[in-house]
């Protein structure tokens, strides 16, 4: 299922009474996409689609061979999201408690759960955290926790809406390793697909391929570097 493209075919959405997406038609195959643009252009819109927290006004989408309006629960299962603000994302009072709960859907023993739970945390540099209050960690920390949370059900696909726009450099490279890596993780299993809407260029430029939108519309598709040479281009008064 991780291998079937993303694809969307002649998709609109409206909030309101803004049109968020204007007949957007893409299919993506690749590992690790960047969406990139203005703010307002229709990003984070496009990944909440993507996910199934969007339904499509008209038009039709298929995400991991699934279709996110007709079969969101099983599209829930597959997906991990992360945000730019961590605190929508902890829920427990500690930060060991907070990584399980995210197992909670799977039903697994008790022990093979904790010890999921242990070495995601040792994974992110989290283990010697365990038992502090998840709140009082600091905001590099928390963004590790809430992408721990969600890598720890080894979903086949991440979106990840500004998973960096908050954090310093240091926390920003981490988070950014643990996004946009390849090959297996240490389970043996092949590293997730990941949508990455991001406003760093740096970043999207690591990415297979970048999508560009500008007022609703995706306006290109390519390498990231042609991508976001053309994004750049349009910036310039």
């Known amino acids: 299922m991780s291998s079937a493209p ?3 075919e002649a998709v609109s959405v409206r909030l309101g009474e803004r049109l ?7 299919r993506l195959d690749q590992q690790r996409i960047a ?11 496009f990944a909440r689609l993507l996910g199934g927290l969007v339904a499509p ?14 079969q969101a629960k099983e599209l829930r299962r597959a997906v991990g999201f992360v945000f730019s603000n961590p605190d929508a994302q902890i829920i427990m009072p500690t930060v ?24 995601a945390l040792e994974e992110f540099g989290l283990s010697e955290l365990a038992d502090r209050p998840a709140h009082d960690l600091s905001g590099g920390q928390k963004q590790l926790l809430a992408l721990c949370g969600a890598l720890i059900r080894r979903p086949a696909l991440v979106i990840a809406d500004e ?4 954090l310093d450099a240091r926390n920003s490279r981490l988070i950014a390793d643990h996004l946009l890596r390849d090959g297996k993780d240490q ?16 970043l ?13 519309r995706l306006t290109a598709v390519g390498s990231p570097t042609e991508v976001i040479d053309r994004y750049e281009a349009s910036l310039v008064c």
């Open 6 to 8: 993303i694809l969307l």
């Open 20 to 26: 968020a997406l204007d007949d957007v038609s893409v």
């Open 96 to 119: 060991a408690e907070d990584a399980a709960f995210s197992l909670r859907a799977d039903k697994l023993p008790k022990a093979e759960a904790a010890a999921r739970a242990s070495a």
């Open 35 to 45: 969406v990139i643009g203005a703010n307002g252009s229709g990003k984070s819109t």
């Open 163 to 166: 998973p960096t726009a908050y």
């Open 187 to 202: 389970a043996g299993d092949r590293a997730h697909r990941l949508v990455l809407v991001t406003h760093d260029l740096a």
């Open 204 to 216: 999207a430029a690591r990415c297979d391929v970048a999508v560009l939108f500008d007022d609703g």
């Open 57 to 70: 006004t008209t038009g039709a989408v298929s995400v991991l061979g699934l279709d996110p309006s007709r």
